[in-house]
């Protein structure tokens, strides 16, 4: 109030005072207004920022699945696990781009492409690949090397078997487990559970007894991760393949997991350590060459395995693995046969503590003959598939 007699009114918006209840009314309207314009503005600006996020989220989950597939098909296709064919369909590709670069006559590719239907036929390694008579030549070498070893053991007879046109940059499993059954081959104690065998079964017929373990019951859990078929793939196998097949024919053998670096530098001192025992148990005379009657062993790591043939003691005591490896060509392996062999071509088969840094090593390792009952019971408990841990 005045005090005149005229009556005030405020707004209770803004705090204005207005003379006339009209007038009042009419600027609350022009508030009121405002704030629908204002908030209708911000719903749609709202909306709109809602339906953007929304569209980015989306791109986004498709590029990740897209990714994720590509990154699926990249393990597929490294692991051989993509339906592009196995061991037959690699074999006569690279025989094909062999006789387009003139590398290979077509009478040879139509002659090899002949061996190798009828050896996969029967079942049958082609033996190409094949070198023998190594472990004695190096028993020989040995004999005769005074330098800086002090002793050295070595195993059974084994053959060395390489990578071929059918199986190169995924057949290093299958080649080492022809190398181990090429050992146990020449040891009686084993006749019985080889059925007799007396020749190398080739890569396929190596992937049908895979199967036909995973179909007696051992390792389930693998299997599954193969689709419990191995048959016209490229897939890669590892130490519970062979250790599941080993074990389907009664082998007795155990796999020892190296699951972390024992020593500086990432080394594994402890792998080399257990090499030692496996070879020197019963066998701790003291001639300095011992040629044992214990089989190869067995050894995996990410991306390569090879095969464990020796250990040598330095005079410094350090050890040293000898192991034949897929990857190297029977020409190579050859030098070692030759009479005046000496350290140069020994390289291909030395590895040193220093050279051995992978993350983690597993090894299969045979020591005698399963019962049937024995094997029917480590068939029923391989549902979890155990290996010794060294701590």
């Known amino acids: 109030d005045m005090g005149n007699g005229d009556q005030l009114y405020e707004c209770p918006m803004c705090s204005l005072t207005c003379t006339n209840i009209r007038i ?16 209708g503005g911000n719903t749609e600006d709202l909306e709109l920022a809602q339906q953007l996020q929304s569209e980015e989220d989306e791109w986004q989950r498709s590029e990740e699945e897209k990714q994720e597939q590509e990154e699926f098909k990249k393990l597929q296709r490294q692991y051989g696990l993509d339906n592009s064919g196995g061991y037959k369909q690699q074999f006569l590709k690279n025989m094909e781009k062999e006789v387009n670069r003139g590398r290979m006559q077509p009478f040879e590719y139509h ?189 995996q790591h990410q991306g390569h395995s090879r095969t464990v ?28 046969l030759k009479q005046n062999n000496d350290a140069t071509s020994l390289k291909l088969l030395q590895k040193f503590m220093g050279s051995l840094k992978e993350k983690q090593y597993q090894i299969v390792a045979v020591d005698g003959v399963l019962s049937l009952e024995e094997k029917d019971a480590l068939c029923c408990a391989s549902h979890v598939l155990t290996s010794e841990r060294i701590p």
């Open 111 to 299: 002659k090899r492409k002949a061996d190798m239907m009828e050896c996969l036929a029967f079942g049958i390694d082609d033996g190409k690949t094949k070198t023998s008579g190594i472990i004695e030549a190096l028993c020989k070498y040995y004999q005769n090397e005074n330098k800086d070893v002090r002793r050295v053991w070595l195993s059974a007879g084994v053959d060395h078997f390489h990578s071929s046109l059918g199986d190169r940059g995924w057949g290093c499993g299958y080649r080492n487990f022809q190398m181990l059954l090429s050992s146990l081959l020449q040891n009686s104690l084993y006749n019985d559970c080889l059925r007799g065998a007396t020749q190398i079964p080739s890569i396929p017929k190596i992937q049908s007894m895979i199967e036909d373990a995973w179909k007696e019951g051992f390792d389930p859990q693998g299997a599954s991760h193969f689709n419990s078929r191995l048959r016209g793939s490229k897939a890669w196998i590892g130490a519970c393949e062979i250790y599941s097949l080993l074990s389907s024919l009664r082998i007795k053998c155990q796999i020892v997991d190296f699951h972390k670096p024992t020593g500086p530098g990432g080394t594994h001192p402890r792998l080399l350590e257990w090499v030692l025992r496996y070879y020197s148990a019963d066998n701790e005379g003291g001639a300095k060459v011992v040629c044992t009657s214990k089989p190869p062993i067995y050894l």
């Open 24 to 39: 009042l009314q009419e600027h609350v309207d022009l508030h009121l207004e405002e704030c629908n314009v204002s908030e």
């Open 309 to 336: 043939v020796g250990i040598e003691e330095k005079k410094n005591k350090t050890l040293c693995l000898l192991l034949f490896d897929p990857g190297y060509s029977s020409q190579e392996m050859q030098k070692l």
